[in-house]
Protein backbone atom coordinates (compact mmCIF):
# COMPACT_ATOMS: atom_id res chain seq x y z
CA UNK A 1 0.00 0.00 0.00
CA UNK A 2 1.25 3.41 -0.89
CA UNK A 3 2.30 6.04 2.16
CA UNK A 4 -0.70 7.90 2.78
CA UNK A 5 -0.30 11.60 3.94
CA UNK A 6 0.42 11.89 7.48
CA UNK A 7 -3.02 14.02 8.09
CA UNK A 8 -5.21 11.03 7.38
CA UNK A 9 -5.76 9.04 10.38
CA UNK A 10 -4.83 4.78 9.61
CA UNK A 11 -8.27 4.39 11.05
CA UNK A 12 -9.90 6.26 8.04
CA UNK A 13 -8.43 4.53 5.89
CA UNK A 14 -9.01 0.87 7.23
CA UNK A 15 -12.73 1.89 7.45
CA UNK A 16 -12.31 2.45 3.80
CA UNK A 17 -12.04 -1.54 3.29
CA UNK A 18 -15.28 -2.14 5.00
CA UNK A 19 -18.36 -0.87 2.65
CA UNK A 20 -20.83 -3.55 3.54
CA UNK A 21 -20.83 -1.55 6.79
CA UNK A 22 -21.75 1.63 5.92
CA UNK A 23 -24.07 0.20 3.08
CA UNK A 24 -25.72 -1.83 5.67
CA UNK A 25 -25.98 1.80 7.65
CA UNK A 26 -28.22 3.28 4.73
CA UNK A 27 -30.20 0.38 4.07
CA UNK A 28 -31.24 0.39 7.61
CA UNK A 29 -32.62 3.96 7.24
CA UNK A 30 -34.02 2.57 3.91
CA UNK A 31 -36.03 0.42 6.18
CA UNK A 32 -37.02 2.99 8.63
CA UNK A 33 -38.59 4.98 5.81
CA UNK A 34 -36.13 7.25 4.60
CA UNK A 35 -36.25 7.59 0.33
CA UNK A 36 -33.96 5.29 -1.37
CA UNK A 37 -33.56 8.51 -3.90
CA UNK A 38 -32.49 10.74 -0.99
CA UNK A 39 -29.94 8.10 1.01
CA UNK A 40 -28.54 7.65 -2.74
CA UNK A 41 -27.45 11.15 -3.35
CA UNK A 42 -26.29 11.11 1.00
CA UNK A 43 -23.83 8.04 -0.89
CA UNK A 44 -22.58 9.84 -4.23
CA UNK A 45 -20.06 12.22 -4.06
CA UNK A 46 -21.31 15.58 -5.44
CA UNK A 47 -20.37 16.88 -8.30
CA UNK A 48 -18.84 19.85 -6.60
CA UNK A 49 -16.73 17.44 -4.21
CA UNK A 50 -15.31 16.23 -7.15
CA UNK A 51 -14.17 19.07 -8.63
CA UNK A 52 -12.85 20.22 -5.46
CA UNK A 53 -10.53 17.17 -4.82
CA UNK A 54 -9.46 16.96 -8.38
CA UNK A 55 -8.04 20.54 -7.58
CA UNK A 56 -6.62 19.55 -4.29
CA UNK A 57 -4.65 16.17 -6.17
CA UNK A 58 -3.34 18.98 -9.01
CA UNK A 59 -1.96 20.48 -6.03
CA UNK A 60 -1.18 17.65 -3.88
CA UNK A 61 -0.42 14.44 -5.93
CA UNK A 62 -0.17 12.11 -2.85
CA UNK A 63 -3.89 13.07 -2.52
CA UNK A 64 -5.00 11.44 -5.82
CA UNK A 65 -4.59 7.89 -4.54
CA UNK A 66 -6.95 8.88 -1.58
CA UNK A 67 -9.52 10.69 -3.81
CA UNK A 68 -9.50 7.74 -5.85
CA UNK A 69 -9.78 5.21 -3.07
CA UNK A 70 -12.62 7.31 -1.28
CA UNK A 71 -14.49 7.50 -4.07
CA UNK A 72 -14.03 3.88 -5.40
CA UNK A 73 -15.32 3.18 -1.89
CA UNK A 74 -18.42 5.62 -2.26
CA UNK A 75 -19.61 3.53 -5.56
CA UNK A 76 -18.76 0.26 -4.02
CA UNK A 77 -20.98 1.57 -1.19
CA UNK A 78 -23.80 2.47 -3.84
CA UNK A 79 -23.70 -0.29 -5.61
CA UNK A 80 -24.14 -2.67 -2.30
CA UNK A 81 -27.04 -0.58 -1.32
CA UNK A 82 -28.79 -0.34 -4.84
CA UNK A 83 -28.49 -4.25 -4.14
CA UNK A 84 -30.01 -4.11 -0.79
CA UNK A 85 -32.83 -2.08 -1.61
CA UNK A 86 -34.07 -3.58 -5.10
CA UNK A 87 -34.09 -7.01 -3.33
CA UNK A 88 -35.94 -5.61 -1.02
CA UNK A 89 -38.77 -3.88 -3.45
CA UNK A 90 -39.14 -6.68 -5.48
CA UNK A 91 -42.03 -8.94 -4.89
CA UNK A 92 -41.62 -11.90 -3.26
CA UNK A 93 -43.01 -15.65 -4.95
CA UNK A 94 -44.35 -18.38 -2.94
CA UNK A 95 -43.90 -21.41 -4.49
Known amino acids: MAT ?14 FPQRE ?13 PDKLRQDIEVPAVVLAKWHREAERDPQLRDIFTRMLDYRRHVLA ?15 Q
Open 23 to 35: AAFFYGLFLRGHS
Open 80 to 94: IFDTLVGSDTQPQRV
Open 4 to 17: MPQFVPSEVVHDLD
